[in-house]
T-cell receptor, first 112, second 118 residues
Framework: SQKIEQNSEALNIQEGKTATLTCNYT??????LQWYRQDPGRGPVFLLL?????KEKRKERLKVTFDTTLKQSLFHITASQPADSATYLC???????????FGPGTRLSVLP | GAVVSQHPSRVICKSGTSVKIECRSL??????MFWYRQFPKQSLMLMAT?????????EQGVEKDKFLINHASLTLSTLTVTSAHPEDSSFYIC??????????????FGPGTRLTVL
């Protein structure tokens, strides 16, 4: 069966450290993968998109990797700040990009 | 970036009534909009895909007669929850795809609508 998993429901790290979130999928063949941030009671906000032929993508303090062999994406936030505390969702393209399937999310808490 | 709005942001209604939620793309045209439902501490579940000028495509298990979707223009889609019941209480989020002709168009999400059915 098709499945998307994110490493943990919740992750606590100390301010200044690098947060690493994992997204694993089974029985999907996405052409690309996206990461979103969602704050409580709000809609998701798009952060980064990485295509299947790209190994790594960066945007400011964010870095995403995509390994289609391992069927895994890693999302890194360097020099984390309390303001980075939120739920982070990965999403795979589905039906040839017609829609997306979301992972369950990881709730990140950056402690001061 | 592209902005998507939803109205209302919060609604409380009695069981048996119908509720309409609007989703608008404010500064771009969206031929495709999506409606999601999210229960507490769970991820987004796609309910339906709405294409301007045609009937919506519903995901398996979503009742099309209960969740009426209308995508009358390139900037507006509405979701009507008919004869709402307490189990329909949820966070409803829409998104709009900014069409650039490629297969990796980004979805922009609205702020969500919290529906509580008493």
């Amino acid at each position: 069966s098709q499945k998307i998993e994110q490493n943990s429901e919740a992750l606590n790290i100390q301010e200044g450290k690098t947060a690493t979130l994992t997204c694993n999928y089974t029985n999907y063949s996405p052409a690309y993968l996206q990461w979103y941030r969602q704050d409580p009671g709000r809609g998701p906000v798009f952060l980064l998109l990485i295509r299947e032929n790209e190994k790594e993508k960066r945007k400011e303090r964010l870095k995403v990797t995509f390994d289609t062999t391992l069927k895994q994406s890693l999302f890194h936030i360097t020099a984390s700040q309390p303001a980075d505390s939120a739920t982070y969702l990965c999403a795979l393209d589905h039906n040839y990009g017609q829609n997306f399937v979301f992972g369950p999310g990881t709730r990140l808490s950056v402690l001061p | 970036g592209a902005v998507v709005s939803q109205h209302p942001s919060r609604v409380i209604c009695k069981s048996g009534t119908s509720v309409k939620i609007e989703c608008r793309s404010l500064d771009f045209q969206a031929t495709t909009m999506f409606w999601y439902r999210q229960f507490p501490k769970q991820s987004l579940m796609l309910m339906a895909t709405s294409n301007e000028g045609s009937k919506a495509t519903y995901e398996q298990g979503v009742e099309k007669d209960k969740f009426l979707i209308n995508h009358a223009s390139l900037t507006l889609s509405t979701l009507t929850v008919t004869s709402a019941h307490p189990e329909d209480s949820s966070f409803y989020i829409c998104s709009a795809r900014e069409t650039s002709g490629g297969s990796t168009d980004t979805q922009y999400f609205g702020p969500g609508t919290r529906l509580t059915v008493l």
